[in-house]
């Protein structure tokens, strides 16, 4: 309980600012601090939470690109890579302590145009991750219903839509008491993991699990390594939103990197138990185009009760995750308006839920759309690449905040060791991953950047000029050097 | 710190507000949605198809046949996921085309951003607007 009351806080506090806002000048009512309750487990809980529904779906999309063995060498991969990500993330957020997370960090680092994509690449990211649940929702509750004997009983299509539209409704009310059902039901996924993986009995090989016969070796060459690396990213896509708590953690230097990397670690380990289990019991083929593939396992394993518990683990984890998402979307999307970055029709509060109610509103026929018409590896990419690009812009950025404000010259509350050493990492292992999107999805690709372009276009010859220059900068810093 | 006075922006209308959402909505449907709908994005993959498929003319051996059909496939039901493969074969050209595209977006980017981001600074730090 005391886990998520500071992100409801955080979130109201965003919303004050937000009504402020609407009635110029605002900067003068957003110096509103924040309670500093949060310790490195909180830390750990809201990484993890956001991001364990990539285990029950989604990763397996790997094993198609690329075989079972590079799935496993992507899962790993991708984790040096957000390591990097985490490590960064650490330093900028507990110094830019602002509301707004990414997106506030490039206002100050960066600029408005920036600032403007990273706040694209948050709603498109969450968005179609959003989607990508909801199809996992409705595929799920189709397979149950064909396991209890009701074949073409029900229409998937419509669980989808109901995901997406009673959980922006309950946003639309106010998400108090359904983040605090979210951490619940976040370890109740993580517990249907560890169980699974016990009931396998991972200590005799061959008896359920069977990896000698089912591994099925590297289909297509080294090559599926590096195209593999396309989904291991949805592994641990997310993380980074460990950070977003900065200003409510009692020590940042601490708890922040402390709570980001036990995360990471948590994570690692549940993303090769996940591949462990379902490489040992499913087909490399089966495996690769699966939407629910722990669910599948359970199933595998022939006993009803698990196979009812991961229906209920992957259930919560794809509900939990889209809750979630249509919170954060919501709020960068309200920032954005609140900025005049988008129209601040969208910075509008509502009377009595505190909610930012339009921004919810706004985004539910884009899911519903994609939900019942788009495949899932496509909505699984798509947020991909938003988070692709947004930790491409993360490497360059710490360069920037490194020049502009060197170690000293303002208080960090933390400062990771090595530099530059993981933001060029990080850049080397995004380069490779925009190579494994090409791989198979190149189309896709090159749609996202039309897009990114398209808006940016837009933003530089209309839109920027609704927004006030002097309110981007909020933070009790010096000059930058070089301005 | 004498300079121009606070860049002070235009009031939007409500209609242009509209407009600037629905554009945004257009703009998601033309670039993510259209590509999708008419099969041009994603699934860069070839299937091969096998007469009368057996579980052995489909390369599975006894143990995944056994997980297939504990899955509630036949051969003819899996054939399908089975002879589904990725085609990774590409050109150069295109390669660097896209790259040329993620890089120039980047670079575009700073550059326009670094140009608001002086008159951000000079505004917030000497009251004035270089813009």
């Known amino acids: 309980m005391t886990t998520v009351q500071p992100i409801a806080e955080r979130a109201s506090v965003q919303l004050a600012a937000g009504a402020e806002a609407a009635a110029p000048p605002p900067s003068a009512g957003r110096k509103v601090a924040l309670l500093r309750v949060l310790g490195p487990g909180h830390v750990w809980a809201l990484g993890v939470g956001i991001v364990l529904v990539g285990e029950f779906m989604g990763w397996n999309f790997a094993v198609g690109k690329g075989g079972a063995v590079a799935a496993l060498a992507a899962c790993w991969l991708a984790g040096i890579l957000y390591t990097c990500v985490a490590m960064i993330d650490s330093e900028i957020t507990s110094t830019v302590a602002a509301a707004g997370g990414q997106y506030a960090q490039a206002k100050h680092i960066i600029g408005p145009l920036a600032a403007f994509n990273v706040g694209l690449y948050l709603v498109m990211a969450y968005t179609m991750l ?37 959980l922006a409704f309950l946003n639309y009310r106010g998400v108090l008491a359904t983040l605090t059902l979210n951490l619940v039901i976040t370890a109740a996924a993580f517990a249907a993991i560890v169980v699974l993986f016990v009931a396998t009995q991972p200590w005799a090989p061959g008896t359920v699990l069977k990896h000698e016969a089912l591994l099925g070796g590297l289909p297509y060459g080294a090559l599926g390594i590096l195209a593999a690396m396309h989904f291991g990213l949805w592994f641990y896509l997310g993380i980074e ?77 794809t509900v ?31 009377p009595t839920y505190r909610t930012p109610y339009r921004a919810v509103v706004f985004f539910v026929p884009i899911a519903i759309l994609f939900a019942v018409s788009t495949p899932l590896d496509q909505t699984i990419t798509f947020s991909i690449l938003s988070g692709l690009l947004g930790y491409t812009l993360m490497a360059l950025s710490i360069v920037l905040f490194r020049r502009k404000w060197p170690l000293g010259s303002i208080q960090r509350g933390y400062v990771h060791p090595l530099h530059p050493l993981p933001a060029a990492l990080l850049l080397v292992l995004c380069v490779v991953t925009y190579l494994a999107v090409f791989l198979g999805y190149g189309t896709q690709l090159l749609a996202m950047m039309a897009f990114y372009i398209a808006a940016s276009a837009w933003f530089v010859l209309h839109r920027y000029k609704y927004v006030r220059r002097g309110e981007q900068f909020t933070m009790p810093w010096p000059k930058p050097r070089g301005y | 710190m004498a300079g121009r006075p606070p860049y002070e922006p235009p009031i939007q209308s409500v209609l242009g507000q509209i407009v600037d959402a629905v554009l945004m909505l257009v703009l998601v449907f033309i670039t993510l ?15 091969t198809e096998l007469p009368n498929p057996t579980w052995d003319s489909l390369g599975q051996n006894a143990t995944m046949a056994g997980q297939w059909e504990k899955l509630g496939f036949t051969p003819e039901k899996a054939a399908g996921i089975i002879g589904t493969r990725f085609d990774y074969s590409f050109n150069w050209g295109l390669v660097a085309l896209t790259a040329a595209i993620i890089v120039g977006y980047f670079i575009v980017m700073f550059r326009y951003s670094d140009r608001q981001y002086r008159e951000v600074i000079a505004e917030h730090f000497d009251g004035s607007s270089k813009g």
């Open chain 2, 33 to 47: 949605y259209l590509p999708l709908l008419f099969k041009l994005a994603g699934g860069g993959t070839s299937t």
């Open chain 1, 320 to 350: 939990a995750s889209a809750n979630g998402c249509i919170n954060d979307a919501s709020r960068a999307w309200f920032a954005m308006g609140r900025d005049r970055y988008m129209p601040v029709w969208f910075g509008a509060v509502h």
């Open chain 1, 241 to 317: 939103g460990t950070t977003q708590a900065a200003e409510e953690v009692r020590s940042p230097a601490r708890a922040l990197p402390l709570g980001t990397m036990t995360g990471m670690m948590t994570l690692l380990i549940a993303a090769t138990l996940t591949w462990y289990v379902c490489s040992g019991l499913m087909p490399w083929e089966y495996l690769g185009q699966a939407v629910t593939p722990l669910y599948d396992a359970a199933r595998l394993t022939g006993s009803r009760w698990l196979e009812l518990f991961l229906f209920l683990g992957t259930l919560f984890a």
């Open chain 1, 130 to 166: 959003e989607v990508s649940n909801a199809i996992v929702a409705g595929d799920l509750i189709e397979a149950f219903a064909q396991s209890l004997g009701l074949e073409g009983a029900i229409d998937k299509r419509a669980f989808m839509v109901l995901t997406v539209v009673a």
